[in-house]
T-cell receptor, first 111, second 114 residues
C-alpha cells in the first residue's frame, strides 16, 4: 500500500514568518494530495489539495507544490498567524480514493 | 461545520463489549469513509462505502464491521472491544469518490475502552 512520510514532526515559527512542511509518498500511482489542519480535539479540516496534473496551487496564504518525479509535495504557509497553530496532515490517494496520511506536523506560531 | 454528523460524541465502555458508531454524510454525498485516529497509529483508513456498497477496505480488524444504509447514513460496529481500540473514530464523506476526491470529516466519536 501507499506509504506517506511527513517532516518535520514539530515546527515552531515566529508570527509573520513562513512555515514549510514536506511529505514524500511511495506509490507513483497516487494522484491526489490533500492537506488537513486539525486543532486539538477537533475534526481534520481540508485546507488545500492538489491533483497530479498540477504542479502548484495557491489559496491566499497557503500553497502546495507537487514534484511527481521525486514523489514529494509540500505545504507552504506564509505570514503565519497564531490561529495557524495546529497539527497539519498530508495525505495521498490512488484511484481507490482512500487516504493514506502522514504522521502529522505540530505547528506552533510564537507571538 | 463540514455538514457530516457523528453520534455519539463520546463513548465509554468496558473490554469485551460491543458498540455502534453512527455517521450521516453531507447532503448529496454518496461515499462514506471511516478512519481511526490513535496516538501510536495516527490516522488510519478503515473502510469505504459508496451508495450502499463496500468499495475499499483498509486496516480494519475482523472484530469491526460497517454498513451503509439506503438513506446513506453509515454505522461502524466494534465488537469484543480491547483497550487498544480506544481512539477517535472519524467518518468522512465525499460527493461520489469517483469524479470528486475531496473528503470532509465529521466531528468524530471518542471511544474509551476501560
Amino acid at each position: 500500500g501507499e506509504n506517506v512520510e511527513q517532516h518535520p514532526s514539530t515546527l515552531s515559527v515566529q508570527e509573520g514568518d513562513s512555515a514549510v512542511i514536506k511529505c514524500t509518498y511511495s506509490d507513483s500511482a497516487s494522484n491526489y494530495f490533500p492537506w488537513y489542519k486539525q486543532e486539538l480535539g477537533k475534526r481534520p479540516q481540508l485546507i488545500i489539495d492538489i491533483r497530479s496534473n498540477v504542479g502548484e496551487k495557491k489559496d491566499q496564504r497557503i500553497a502546495v507544490t507537487l514534484n511527481k518525479t521525486a514523489k514529494h509535495f509540500s505545504l507552504h504557509i506564509t505570514e503565519t498567524q497564531p490561529e495557524d497553530s495546529a497539527v497539519y496532515f498530508c495525505a495521498a490517494s490512488m484511484n481507490d480514493y482512500k487516504l493514506s496520511f502522514g504522521a502529522g506536523t505540530t505547528v506552533t506560531v510564537r507571538a | 461545520d463540514s455538514g457530516v454528523t457523528q453520534t455519539p460524541k463520546h463513548l465509554i465502555t468496558a473490554t469485551g463489549q460491543r458498540v455502534t458508531l453512527r455517521c450521516s454524510p453531507r447532503s448529496g454525498d454518496l461515499s462514506v469513509y471511516w478512519y481511526q485516529q490513535s496516538l501510536d497509529q495516527g490516522l488510519q483508513f478503515l473502510i469505504q462505502y459508496y451508495n450502499g456498497e463496500e468499495r475499499a477496505k483498509g486496516n480494519i480488524l475482523e472484530r469491526f464491521s460497517a454498513q451503509q444504509f439506503p438513506d446513506l447514513h453509515s454505522e461502524l460496529n466494534l465488537s469484543s472491544l480491547e483497550l487498544g481500540d480506544s481512539a477517535l473514530y472519524f467518518c468522512a464523506s465525499s460527493v461520489d469518490g469517483i469524479s470528486s476526491y475531496e473528503q470532509y470529516f465529521g466531528p468524530g466519536t471518542r471511544l474509551t475502552v476501560t
